[in-house]
């Protein structure tokens, strides 16, 4: 059974920072994009940052230069380490991969929730 465990979470003031972390786990045989979504109260869920199998990015326009997406391919781990945090980052962020198990499927994390306080 094909798992995304995310951790790293909390509460944190503005300006300030924190790194998330999310392990997959289960019968995987590759993983191709990992990535990490979020999904403010009211809104719908959107990018934040990808990451392909061969370390090429992709980031939304409002975390670039905040926000630093990294992963360990022996690990089955993927990171999201976000700096200058402001109240419009609050949310609860979703971990994503695209994972060969018995076929390739999209897989999510539970999701850990990040909150700014200003």
């Known amino acids: 059974q094909v798992q995304l465990v995310e951790s790293g979470g909390g509460l944190v003031q503005a300006g300030g920072s924190l790194r998330l972390s999310c392990v997959a786990s289960g019968g995987i045989v590759s993983i191709d994009a990992m990535g990490w979504y979020r999904q403010a109260p009211g809104k719908q869920r959107e990018l934040v940052a990808l990451i392909a199998n061969g370390g090429s990015t992709r980031y939304a326009d409002s975390v670039k230069g905040r926000f630093t997406i990294s992963r360990d391919n022996a690990k089955n781990t993927v990171y999201l380490q976000m700096n200058s945090l402001n109240a419009e980052d609050t949310g609860v962020y979703y971990c994503?991969?695209?994972?060969?198990?018995?076929?390739?499927?999209?897989?999510w994390g539970q999701g850990t929730q990040v909150t700014v306080s200003s």
């Open positions: 994503y991969a695209n994972i060969l198990s018995s076929r390739w499927d999209d897989r």
